[in-house]
């Protein structure tokens, strides 16, 4: 199985990173998570994704906040799926990481996924890796069917209260 590349700009945006890793690992999805800055490190950026493919890796996952620039420095550097995730600031609540992860040039694409989704990323990144891994796409049945089940459980309590 392909791993998950997962790189974070700054270590303040672990809490989100966390939520990407759990998910992988309830799906036992294989990733490295690293901390590169598009800015501060664009050397090491670079480097890590253009060896991504060599290194195992299958999608990668990148989380910045403000600027937002390191899922489009990463895509630069690699045809692998990059999924952004736009991280939330104190100055304007996340929409501008979001405008910066989303707002791509043509022939660069980077998915992007809600403010602070880590959770989402991961099964985008899931989804990506189960189109040639029957048993991931199995896994990722399982727990939809799941989830459904935890609501409708959730709307008959509800209706057994009222």
């Given at each position: 199985?392909?791993?998950?590349?997962?790189?974070?700009?700054?270590?303040?945006?672990?809490?989100?990173?966390?939520?990407?890793?759990?998910?992988?690992?309830?799906?036992?999805?294989?990733?490295?998570?690293?901390?590169?800055?598009?800015?501060?490190?664009?050397?090491?950026?670079?480097?890590?994704?253009?060896?991504?493919?060599?290194?195992?890796?299958?999608?990668?996952?990148?989380?910045a906040g403000m600027a937002a620039h390191l899922a489009g420095a990463i895509a630069a550097n690699t045809t692998l799926p990059v999924i952004g995730i736009p991280c939330k600031s104190s100055n304007f609540d996340g929409l501008d990481a979001l405008l910066s992860?989303?707002?791509?040039?043509?022939?660069?694409?980077?998915?992007?996924?809600?403010?602070?989704?880590?959770g989402n990323a991961a099964l985008l990144a899931a989804q990506i890796i189960a189109v040639e891994d029957k048993q991931l796409a199995d896994k990722l049945n399982q727990k939809r069917?799941?989830?459904a089940a935890a609501v409708l459980k959730k709307d008959a309590d509800v209706a057994s209260q009222l």
């Open positions: 199985m392909k791993k998950v590349g997962i790189i974070m700009g700054s270590d303040s945006d672990l809490p989100i990173i966390k939520k990407a890793t759990d998910m992988l690992k309830s799906l036992d999805i294989p990733f490295e998570v690293h901390i590169y800055s598009a800015h501060r490190t664009p050397e090491q950026a670079r480097d890590f994704a253009v060896s991504a493919r060599d290194n195992g890796f299958g999608v990668l996952i990148a989380a992860t989303v707002q791509m040039p043509t022939g660069i694409p980077v998915a992007t996924v809600a403010v602070n989704g880590g069917k799941a989830d």
